[in-house]
């Protein structure tokens, strides 16, 4: 999952950052005490499978990767950005041409100057079909000269528009203007790498004895589902500042033995907290118990899919809309989720930035309005005899909801549903081959920006599962990207997804977790949850 | 005796060889693939990393390779999760864990249960023996999953003794929790199995013999009932002990070990082709291994058993 942001970003670009700008740090305040031991424990709920930044693809992964390494820009605790690697930037030629000029005291961790060169490297190695790097895509997201032919292997990867202009200046040509590219560059796949310490071994080259790195922490241990210790890089530019000395990570799989470890005290973070336990946790230690905004949206899409034996009463929208006007949302965020979600009536996740999240007509109703309303639009379609094919991942989670659901359509429209589970890589076949009239779905923002969740409903996105298909939506979602004014174009693409009631959407997440309050400087503004220990410090207990 | 281990040595090797081509088998039929993700990926990123693991060849020709590579160079391959490791990374670092925890697992449950069975033999119906009894059948229903949640919550959280999970290099103190909770209810069944046996044995006319020479009690157990009575025990121990060796699943995830069973099941879910089938054929080395080692001891126990 790939965050970046575009927060106020249209402004700083113009203005161009200059070395002025403060970087961001640890930051105590007066009349606190700092505790004597400086450490960060936190509890990661799956083993990462690669601290590799060119190579990873998930969240796990980019949390550690993140203290690790440094890109050109870095955020701060709202999710701003800040400076990083680059000490300033300048946009020229209409947003097409950035040159970022790197720091001079910016150092590897074995001492090595990091320079324009590594950043060349590193992006090449990402764009390299060689590579085979699951997150090559992200390049040509980027819009870099190129780009898209590099990873399609028809160029080779020193024909990617960047370059080493000397040591300091890194100059990136892009294909179209891109106001928030220097964004983009906070995410692990445009972090810098170093090149000898690759090429001398190879696959191994992040083994605990081989890796370089130019973040705020090296790695320390490295033990596959057990954990990993991170200690303060000397070498790191801005040292002086980071507070804490140390990190631990303890792989725990299972979400109450780590609730339990946490409640011993064993570590300080814990995400996510048990399903249906976060009102308790609330409740006994408020001050720790978090629920913050999660860019992901949870949704039932109908499967379109001419000759997909899907019943032919599915193809009237009324129809869907009954359907989707039947399901109590609040049932489904307060009494099984219970963890600060929001109902969802729209696709797009409402904390996304500069997204004004439009109010459908179904929110101005309450439940019970809804149920009439659904009841009418049954009768009137004929009061089709249905038995929906409803398939879902393996999850305690899903089956209550779904369940739950069902129980709805029952009740209320008189619909059966078989409702079907298989384990993940089997459910995510299905869903891409059909056979199903409604599947569980969700889809986590890549960024901070509306269009990473719509352009999920143009005809030719590859997770448009339930392929929908509306001309007016395609070509509303291409004019959206060198539009002055995306949010009205966005508000249109909304309504038709509602008009259409081409999917049922159903919450918003919410991410919870525990916090020891002993640790300051949590990026709690930051809705893309991109944390850098570095900013953090810890202070005595009471 | 040599003939017979020669023998049983150069079965396995087609045994191996059947497990790798099911498991092979097994894998290709199943749906899905290590690269599916939630988000469609590009065919072009898909193509770049088929080529990369080679998944881009016919099946036979990636059993092949694979049965080869074994073969010369003991090389599992890299694996599909793993960016930067081989399968021989992940076997290197796992498997010395589970082996560890296992074992002591293993001779806990034989250090507890084998004396606690005997002597809840030999105080046949007396207050001793429904002490025994009513530990071992109490031991028995609380299988690991359930033992592990309670340790964890008596020791961890309420007395802070030990610690919840972790390895650490295999320091006595994390060791403690996940060997108490894996040996308990072999513990149980040891006991058990080592009663009614030694039961069995105690009214044979030979031990009736022994005592009737006037041999002490303390005697007649240790020298002419204890190996007779081991028989059922140690047929129960060979596949115990391959099961305690290989790893326990729960074990691995509920202490975080770092331990073999975990790889194994993320591996199954996420079509980790590599690990499955390095893992298999670990399991499938030390089955068939430990199956050899109780035929052994078979014969070495009970003279009646020879082989030729």
Request: proline share 6%; net charge negative; glycine share 6%.
């Amino acid at each position: 999952m790939i965050r970046r942001t575009l927060i106020g970003l249209t402004t700083v670009s113009a203005l161009a950052l200059t070395a002025a700008v403060p970087s961001f740090a640890a930051d105590p305040q007066p009349g606190e005490t700092l505790a004597e031991d400086q450490v960060f424990r936190y509890r990661l709920a799956a083993q990462f499978p690669t601290l590799d930044p060119q190579l990873n693809e998930e969240t796990e992964g980019f949390h550690v990767i993140r203290q690790l390494f440094e890109g050109l820009m870095n955020q701060d605790s709202e999710g701003n950005l800040v400076p990083g690697v680059a000490e300033s930037f300048e946009a020229s030629e209409g947003n097409t041409v950035y040159t970022f000029t790197l720091r001079e005291d910016a150092r590897w961790s074995n001492g090595d100057p990091v320079t324009a060169s590594d950043f060349v490297y590193g992006w090449r190695r990402a764009a390299d079909p060689a590579t085979a790097s699951p997150y090559q895509w992200y390049v040509e997201l980027t819009q870099i000269e190129n780009a898209a032919a590099v990873v399609a292997g028809d160029m080779e990867p020193d024909a990617l528009g960047v370059e080493a202009v000397d040591d300091r200046t890194l100059r990136v040509t892009l294909e179209a203007p891109l106001p928030y590219f220097p964004a983009m560059t906070t995410y692990g796949v445009l972090f810098p790498a170093h090149e000898s310490t690759i090429e001398a071994h190879g696959d191994d080259w992040t083994d605990v004895e081989n890796i370089v790195s130019n973040g705020a922490y090296t790695l320390e241990s490295l033990s596959l589902n057990e954990g990993f210790t991170l200690v303060k890089n000397d070498q790191y530019w801005d040292a002086d500042s980071v507070e804490i000395e140390r990190i631990e990570g303890y792989v725990i799989v299972d979400d109450n033995q780590a609730l339990t470890r946490y409640e011993a005290g064993e570590f300080d973070m814990l995400e996510p907290v048990p399903a249906g336990t976060f009102p308790r946790l609330q409740e006994e230690r408020p001050d720790e118990a978090n629920s913050v905004p999660r860019l992901c949206s949870y949704y039932y899409p109908f499967n379109f899919r001419a000759g997909d034996d899907v019943p032919e009463a599915l193809s009237d929208p009324n129809v869907r809309y009954a359907l989707s006007l039947a399901v109590d949302r609040d049932v489904i965020v307060d009494q099984i989720l219970q963890g600060g979600q929001e109902a969802a009536y729209n696709f797009t996740h409402w904390a996304t930035a500069g997204f004004e999240q439009p109010t459908m007509p179904m929110q101005e109703m309450t439940q019970a309005e809804r149920d009439a309303e659904a009841q009418r639009l049954w009768e009137e379609a004929g009061s089709p005899d249905l038995d929906l094919r409803f398939i879902y991942n393996t999850s305690d989670q899903h089956r209550q909801i779904a369940t739950v659901v069902s129980q709805m359509w029952k009740q209320k429209l008189g619909v059966d549903t078989t409702l079907s589970n298989s384990e993940w890589a089997v459910y995510l076949e299905q869903r891409r081959e059909g056979g199903f009239d409604l599947a569980r779905s969700a889809w986590c923002g890549d960024y901070n920006e509306a269009s990473t969740f719509l352009d999920l409903m143009t005809t030719t996105h590859g997770s448009n599962d339930g392929k929908y298909s509306n001309e007016r939506l395609d070509q509303l979602m291409a004019e959206s990207k060198t539009s002055e004014n995306p949010q009205e174009i966005y508000t249109e693409v909304e309504q038709i997804i509602y008009d259409d009631t081409a999917m049922i959407p159903i919450y918003h997440y919410a991410l919870t977790f525990l916090l020891n309050p002993e640790i300051k400087g949590w990026p709690l503004e930051n809705v893309e949850n991109n944390w850098y220990v570095k900013d953090f410090y810890r202070t005595a207990s009471e | 005796m040599t003939a017979f281990v020669v023998r049983r040595l150069l079965i396995a090797i087609p045994t191996i060889l059947f497990l790798i081509v099911l498991t092979f088998t097994l894998m290709e039929l199943a749906p899905g693939s290590p690269f599916d993700s939630e988000r469609g990926v590009p065919q072009y990123v898909l193509d770049n990393l088929e080529a990369k693991y080679g998944l881009d060849r016919p099946a036979w020709q990636r059993l092949g390779l694979y049965v080869w590579n074994l073969a010369t160079d003991f090389d599992f391959g890299p694996s599909f999760t793993y960016r930067d490791r081989t399968v021989n990374d992940v076997i290197a670092q796992g498997f010395p864990i589970t082996l560890t925890y296992g074992l002591l697992s293993g001779l806990v449950a034989m250090a507890v249960g084998i004396p606690l069975g005997i002597t809840a033999a030999i105080k046949h119906n007396t207050w001793l023996d429904t002490l025994a009894v009513g530990f071992s059948i109490g031991a028995s229903v609380l299988p690991n999953f359930v033992m592990a949640p309670i340790l964890v919550l008596v020791f961890t959280l309420w007395l802070g003794w030990l610690p919840g999970g972790g390895w650490n290099g295999g320091q006595w103190n994390y060791l403690i929790l996940p060997v108490v909770a894996l040996a308990t209810s072999y513990m149980a069944s040891i006991a058990r199995l080592t009663r009614s046996s030694m039961l069995e044995v105690l009214n044979a006319p030979f031990i009736r013999t022994a005592r009737a020479k006037g041999l002490p009690m303390r005697r007649v157990i240790l020298r002419h009932a204890l190996k007779p009575a081991m028989l059922p025990v140690i047929s129960y121990l060979g596949p115990t002990f391959a099961f305690l060796l290989t790893g326990s699943v729960l074990i691995d995830m509920f202490f975080s070990t770092g331990g073999i069973g975990q790889f194994f099941v993320a591996a199954a879910l996420g079509r980790d082709y590599a690990i499955i089938m390095g893992v298999t054929v670990l399991y499938g080395v030390i089955v068939v291994a430990l199956n050899l080692l109780v035929d052994l001891l078979y014969a070495w126990i009970d003279p009646k058993i020879r082989y030729g």
